[in-house]
């Protein structure tokens, strides 16, 4: 007879990260290769959130379909009572019973969940790969605010055009795959913390948020993320009508259009992304040693 796998193999989440190695897991260019993965992840679920209108009003409050008790469960849960939240929350109902939230990167963005079918993770013997993550690096409302209030409606089409359920769909993928991309960070300051300990532990000790801060923060990388960002929007969002034969890429041209603005992509990941993750990263540093 075939044996059961082991209950720590049963676990989803949204990357491939090595959780039994750290050596694996916190190597600068193991995560560098699964960060510009989840680039291509974050500008397709954009690019499919764009061919929808804002449709805001799967945001708005109390959304009068939904029943007073699911209106209660929502609320209970910290939601307004919006159809978005309602989905959301929903799926995240299902993925909490498969492990999901046991991936140290995945991170609900509403409670309380139901606890797995498979039972807790049995306790880990090895080296721990993370320490402990503060409630104060867990910022997913924060990006839920400004994936509705400044993302979509730079992305989409004002208006409302009934797809009110395949904008729920999206939403959530745009959410999910950009929360994971956060939550990344964590490898990333832990990894920095042990390459450089003792610089780390000084800025820690010191309470020196904006030490940290410069710690965690590469300028000119940022930059030429960006450039790779905005390079891989452009490419992936652009309308190519036909192809000639023996073609092996598309032409480009002054009348060249694309389903999404490019640059705005590239705006997301510097004005939203990125800082989002500094402020997990750091919110991570300041209590690594407690």
Known sequence: LAQAPPLFSSRMAANTAN???????L???NIRKMLMRMEDSIIFSLIDRAQYKTNRVVYSPNYPKLSE???HQLRAAGSSGCLGDWFIYQTECLHSQVNRYAHPTEYPFFGPLPESIF????EKTGEMILAPVPPEAKVNKRLLEIYREQMVPALCEEGEDGNLGSTSVQDLHCLQTM???IYYGLF???????????KATALINAGDRDGLMDFVTKADV???NIRRIVLKARTFSQDIICGDEGQIAPLTSAETTHKIDPEYIGTIFRDFIMPLTKDVEVAYLLKRLT
């Open 19 to 25: 959780l039994e190695d750290a050596s694996v897991a």
């Open 27 to 29: 190597d600068l260019d």
């Open 69 to 71: 008790f699911k209106l």
């Open 119 to 122: 039972g807790a993770d049995p």
């Open 179 to 181: 929360s994971t991309r």
């Open 188 to 198: 990333v300051a832990e990894s920095k913390f042990r390459t450089e300990r003792e």
């Open 222 to 224: 940022e930059a030429r």
